[in-house]
């Protein structure tokens, strides 16, 4: 079957780094997306990943290793408004996404 | 600039009851279209995506339908509504075609109690 693990909640402070790991195991793999989703609101895009590297985008970096199967995304700076769910997505061979079950992330003062 | 609009954005309705949720796009033509349920602490479930008008397909059975009667509009259906209906529905779209860096965009979503 198809499988996607990220850690359920994860806590860190305000200004210091977090890094969200991803690992998935699907059938076929056709780029990997990193979405926020705060509470009770719908998941906005963050980064795309097809190739193996890093892409930066401002604060937030995200990572990929298809041999692995392994992705993670970096948030710098960290700043209140950052808490939220980060939600690991990969599209198959059908060009569907699949979903892992996001990760929790707190950020304390 | 395309927009998704999706309603009502909270719901209550009771065990047994008829359900109908409305997904409209703007600003785009024959988008791939995608009602996912998300459960408390869980990941998305694709329920239903469409490729084109009236083309439907199910990803998982349920007490659910969908139809697609306008190349814009997505419409999420229930004769008869149970307790475990109940969920955070999103209504999302795509553009059309295979090209892997087609992200989706989301609707507002519809939160949605059975009691």
């Known amino acids: 079957g198809q499988n996607i693990d990220q850690p359920t909640e994860m806590t860190a402070t305000e200004g210091a780094i977090v890094q969200i790991n991803c690992t998935y195991q699907?059938?076929?793999?056709?780029?990997l997306f990193w979405y926020q989703q705060h509470a009770g609101e719908a998941p906005t895009f963050l980064s795309y990943?097809?190739l193996d590297g890093l892409e930066e985008k401002g604060r937030f970096s995200s990572f990929l290793s298809r041999s692995k199967g392994y992705s993670y995304l970096l948030l710098k700076e960290l700043q209140m408004k950052d808490s939220a769910s980060y939600l690991c997505a990969v599209k198959d061979s059908n060009y569907q996404l699949i979903w892992g079950a996001g990760t929790k992330l707190i950020i304390k003062p | 600039s395309q927009t998704i609009h999706q309603w009502p954005a909270t719901l209550v309705q009771p065990v047994g009851s008829p359900l109908s949720l409305e997904c409209t796009v703007e600003g785009t033509s024959n988008p791939n279209l995608y009602w996912y349920r998300q459960a408390a602490g869980r990941g998305l479930q694709l329920l239903f995506y469409?490729?084109?008008?009236?083309?439907i397909s199910s990803e998982v059975p349920q007490n659910l339908s969908a139809s697609r009667p306008q190349d814009r509009q997505f419409i999420l259906s229930s004769k008869k509504l149970l307790l475990s209906d109940s969920g955070f529905y999103l209504c999302?779209?795509?553009?059309?075609?295979?090209?892997?860096?087609?992200?989706?965009?989301f609707g507002q979503g519809t939160r949605l109690t059975v009691v």
């Open positions: 990943n097809v």
């Open positions: 699907t059938s076929g793999f056709n780029g």
């Open positions: 469409s490729v084109g008008i009236g083309q």
């Open positions: 999302a779209w795509s553009v059309l075609g295979t090209g892997g860096n087609t992200e989706a965009f």
